[in-house]
Nanobody
Framework: QVRLAESGGGLVQSGGSLRLSCVAS????????IGWFRQAPGKEREGLSC????????YYGDSVKGRFTISRDKAKNTLYLQMDSLKPEDTAVYYC??????????????WGQGTQVTVSA
């Protein structure tokens, strides 16, 4: 059973930083891409970034490229998203997910319960 548990969200001022964590369990990550998407009220789900668990190759969407950094700790089965230079428009619920497709369009398999990120102006 796939389990993904996010943490690390909170309230931060514009320009600040947060690091999200996601602990994965119940399945072998080795051949998966794991990543993050977010959803703000009234908006569509937005794929942000993903990483190949096996070799660590990252991918970033245009909205977060240069500001967010994805990484993973294989020993801890934990995925991270370091978010710097946060903007009010980054406010959303952030989800960790298994990624089936990424790039011009995204598709996700399983995801966690989400963690709220709020960026004040």
């Amino acid at each position: 059973q796939v389990r993904l548990a996010e943490s690390g969200g909170g309230l931060v001022q514009s320009g600040g930083s947060l690091r999200l964590s996601c602990v994965a369990s119940g399945f072998s990550l080795e051949y998966w891409a794991i990543g993050w998407f977010r959803q703000a009220p009234g908006k569509e789900r937005e794929g942000l970034s993903c990483i190949s668990w096996r070799d660590g190759e990252p991918y970033y969407g245009d909205s977060v490229k240069g500001r967010f950094t994805i990484s993973r700790d294989k020993a801890k089965n934990t995925l991270y998203l370091q978010m710097d230079s946060l903007k009010p428009e980054d406010t959303a619920v952030y989800y960790c997910a298994t990624v089936l497709k990424y790039g011009s369009s995204w598709s996700f398999g399983s995801w966690g319960q989400g963690t709220q990120v709020t960026v004040s102006a």
